[in-house]
């Protein structure tokens, strides 16, 4: 069962109506996770790590979304890929089209091809990338536009990529902070509908002109703060009223209440100590 955090918080009297939308994600069980090697700052091998824990936690997420209705398919983990279970960083799904991931490091170049297979048992139109690029780990759909991050792990140069596979606007925001090295740790999509657009960030992890990009799209926006942000609280996954987020993320929890939002918090503890959390575990099917 899933956990809903409850508070005397209700929406401010000008929050507007918010509305789901029926989602379809893919998923991978963290049959094999562990922490052998360290890519990010949050990993640390001398940790110890708790396998059925970490399957305990996925299991709460996934039946999370099964219970909003969400469609959620399940790629099968393979041996010798203990980050696997972040299915976000498999690729991108837009309009039909599967835009593969290129790791890089090469504890997870393996990833890549494992995940563009199950793409294309799908019926999904995959296009190998030849750029360096982490999937919706650092591309994030927001109304008819792709924001895509750079700074750690995808290339600039996969923006551009990405921009001929799908047709749309993508814009490049630089990410400066290292332990929020992937968007979908320092930007939430709270709602991704064209002329509707809303997102949550942490302005500390991005640069200058970055910041001044965000601003100008996005003045609505929620600002969040430095300790949600340290429990990956913006790694979160919204259909569009209902946002699951970190547990711990209560100053979070507070500001979507606020805006008019359904938030359920979910303890992913164990999969936080490789880097991931609730939208790492998730990626979007887009048909």
Known sequence: MST???????????????????????????????????INPWMDPAKPTDTALAVAQWQTLHDTYVG???????IDPV???PDMVY?????????????????????????????????????????????????????????DAILAGTGFRSDGSSHDE???VTGREVVTLTLVNPSFYHLDTAIAVL???????????LPSAF??????????????AILVSEED??????????????????ARATGFERQLREAGYHPIGVDLSELLLGGGGVKCCTLELRR
Not at 68 to 74: E, H, I, M, R, T
Not at 130 to 142: I, P, Q, R, S, Y
Not at 239 to 245: E, F, K, L
């Open 229 to 246: 942000a340290a429990v990956l609280g913006l790694n979160s996954y919204s259909d569009g009223r209902n946002v699951v987020i970190a």
């Open 79 to 81: 041996e010798g890929l």
């Open 4 to 38: 809903v955090i409850e508070t005397q918080t209700t929406p401010t009297p000008t929050a507007p109506e918010r509305t789901a939308t029926k989602k379809s994600v893919l998923m991978c069980r963290p049959e094999h996770f562990t922490v052998v090697y360290q």
């Open 68 to 74: 909003l209705g969400f469609d959620v398919q399940l």
């Open 191 to 201: 709602d991704s509908r064209p002329g509707q657009e809303h997102i949550a960030y």
């Open 162 to 164: 990405l921009a001929r």
């Open 87 to 143: 299915a976000a960083n498999g690729g991108t799904v837009i309009d039909g089209i599967a835009y593969g991931a290129k790791f890089t490091h090469e504890q997870r170049a393996a990833e890549g091809p494992a995940y563009m297979e199950w793409f294309r048992r799908a019926g999904f139109d995959v296009r190998e990338p030849a750029e360096t690029n982490e999937g919706e780990g650092d591309f994030l759909l927001v109304g």
């Open 207 to 220: 640069d200058g002109p970055s910041l001044e990009v965000l601003r100008e799209r996005y003045p609505d």
